[in-house]
């Protein structure tokens, strides 16, 4: 019988879960914020706009409550400078036209004059009387004040300056509140002389209260309108980038479906302002590429009909000529010399004729997308022995030799094997007919992947423009150059479709005087990714072109085949020299 797993009596397995799912859903959020930013232009010119206009705003109401401040402070400052003066002057008046003899006298009137002060004085927190520094004349008495808590927040600092300009001195101080809060307040100091008792300082103590309250009062409506405005600024820059970008994506959205063919969709379009002229101008773009397209397609088909038509109707009246023209080619021994060589001239003439009426066909059926594949599981291998051989004795003719370098491992794939030949006899005739009798290599590799076959020839070889536009219908490198082989001008046109057919590859590479090479890659398994070839192209690594997405269409799906580790590479070509079986083919 089981039961659920242990957990630690210390309970660090509940919170280790917890914390990884915790710091899943971190990341999850991470992402989709990732996301949303990259993809939401709306999302980033609010943002930006909120932040900017809460920052300006925060700006503006920190120097509005800095002007506001100061301008409270410097206010209640001076009044309170003028009180305490008025003050002050008022005490030392009395002090001097009292009559004063003895100590106690002196102690009665400080305390009366102390009082009368504060109770003159509604705006005052207090006042009190303190023996100036380094006063050692007059009988001592007991400092008055109206507050003994007030004696805290006097500086030693400040009854020093008083003494030594002898002159009304000031400083800003805290006064303790009912709360715990600390009220902003401002003591005025001022010497003064008390018969009998000598030199003193006279102390009055101001509260800035009222002040700070309005100035609260002033923070909190800026921070309320900064809140409000803030708000305001989000719901306007929504809306405006609504209004500016909901047409923006539609355009988007409408173009996405024109590219995927639905030629007639089109953008609502409301009013008569910028937005609006976009949308009738994007409309009118799309009828007019509508109408461009579906003309375009109308002239394709009609040309792809009257290519398929004419090679057909071909057929009979050419049917009808190669009966004639072998009676007159099995008779050429009968003939006199000029009418049988007339006779070669028109057999060779006819069987190109036919060829071109073939591949004509061919690629009528490539661009009617009516091209299948019969798939086979095949060893690459195979083919290209069969095509060697079948192609060996047209190269002797011309003076070349075929080296066929291939790995010891199978190169199966699902392929369709008469395409994948007749792709590869248009590579290698191509390689005799250019090859300047020079050898011929045919190189096979496969990895986890793919299976390549590689064709070079060592003969005039081709730029790299000519590389470009090789397999272009009907196109020459040199127009005064004859096809000596009797070539179509179709065949590599007609491979390259093969190729990709496959979902695979067909790639050229030259260079002049160094010949030329061709690649054909096509992927093990249908929809496979080939990657990496796994031959090289030429002999320069720099001159490999870029890796490209194989092409989607082909066979369906089969059972996976036993493949190599991943990355290994079986066949690679280095040099002359590869492991593996290596077969020369002489003339």
């Known amino acids: 019988m089981t039961g659920p797993p242990p957990v630690a009596r210390d309970g660090r397995a509940p919170v280790a879960r917890r914390l990884r799912h915790a710091g899943a859903r971190a990341m999850a959020y991470t992402r989709f914020g990732r996301r949303a930013w990259s993809r939401s232009l709306r999302l980033r010119v609010a943002f930006f706009t909120v932040v900017v206009g809460t920052v300006a705003l925060a700006l503006l109401a920190t120097v509005l409550s800095d002007q506001v401040r100061d301008g409270l402070f410097e206010q209640r400052r001076d009044q309170v400078l003028v009180d305490a003066a008025n003050r002050a002057e008022q005490a030392q008046r009395r002090f001097d036209g009292a009559t004063v003899s003895t100590a106690q006298d002196a102690q009665l009137l400080a305390n009366d004059m102390v009082e009368s002060i504060q109770a003159t004085a509604a705006d005052s927190e207090g006042a009190l009387l303190l023996p100036a520094p380094g006063s050692t004349t007059g009988a001592a008495i007991l400092p008055p004040a109206t507050d003994q808590s007030l004696r805290s927040v006097i500086e030693e600092e400040l009854q020093a300056e008083i003494a030594d300009q002898n002159f009304q001195q000031w400083q800003s101080i805290a006064l303790p509140g009912s709360t715990d809060e600390q009220v902003p307040g401002i003591v005025v100091g001022s010497p003064v002389t008390i018969p009998v008792a000598g030199n003193y300082q006279l102390f009055m103590v101001y509260s800035l209260s009222a002040q700070q309250a309005q100035l609260d009062l002033l923070q909190r409506v800026l921070a309320v309108g900064a809140v409000t405005l803030a708000l305001l600024l989000v719901v306007m820059t929504w809306y405006i980038t609504r209004r500016v970008l909901d047409p923006v994506q539609q355009a988007a959205r409408t173009a996405e479906l024109l590219a995927d063919g639905n030629l007639t969709e089109r953008m609502q379009v409301r009013g008569h302002d910028e937005l609006a002229r976009l949308g009738r101008s994007f409309n009118e773009m799309a009828t007019s590429l509508q109408d461009q397209i579906e003309r375009l397609a109308a002239l394709s088909r009609m040309q792809q009909r009257f290519v398929s038509d004419v090679s057909h109707e071909l057929r009979t009246p050419l049917s009808t000529v190669r009966m004639a023209a072998e009676v007159l080619y099995r008779a050429r021994a009968d003939l006199p010399p000029i009418q049988a060589r007339s006779a070669e001239l028109l057999q060779t003439q006819l069987d190109r004729f036919e060829s071109l009426l073939v591949d004509l066909l061919e690629i009528s059926r490539f661009d009617a997308g009516a091209a299948v594949l019969e798939v086979e599981e095949a060893d690459l291998r195979t083919v290209v022995e069969r095509v060697v051989g079948i192609t060996e004795p047209l190269a002797a003719e011309r003076g070349s030799h075929i080296v066929l370098h291939m790995p010891d491992e199978a190169c199966t794939a699902d392929m369709d094997t008469r395409r994948v030949e007749r792709v590869l006899r248009n590579l290698l005739v191509n390689a005799v007919e250019h090859g300047e009798g020079e050898p011929i290599e045919v190189r096979v590799g496969v990895h986890a992947t793919a299976v390549a076959a590689v064709v070079r020839d060592h003969g005039i070889g081709m730029t790299v423009p000519e590389a470009e536009r090789v397999f272009d219908r009907f196109w020459r490198a040199d127009p005064a150059r004859t096809r000596t082989l009797g070539g179509t001008g179709l065949g590599l046109a007609i491979a390259l ?46 001159e490999e072109p870029p890796v490209r997405e194989t092409d989607p269409a082909g066979p369906a799906a089969l059972p996976p085949l036993m493949t190599p580790a991943r990355g290994e590479l079986l066949g690679p070509w280095e040099g002359s020299e590869m492991p593996g079986q290596a077969v020369e083919e002489d003339r």
């Open 497 to 542: 479709e093969d190729a990709r057919l496959h979902g695979g590859t067909l790639e050229a590479w030259g260079r002049p005087g160094d010949g030329a090479a061709f690649r054909l890659t096509v992927p093990r398994r249908a929809g496979q990714e080939v990657g990496t070839p796994p031959l090289p192209l030429g002999p320069d690594p720099a």
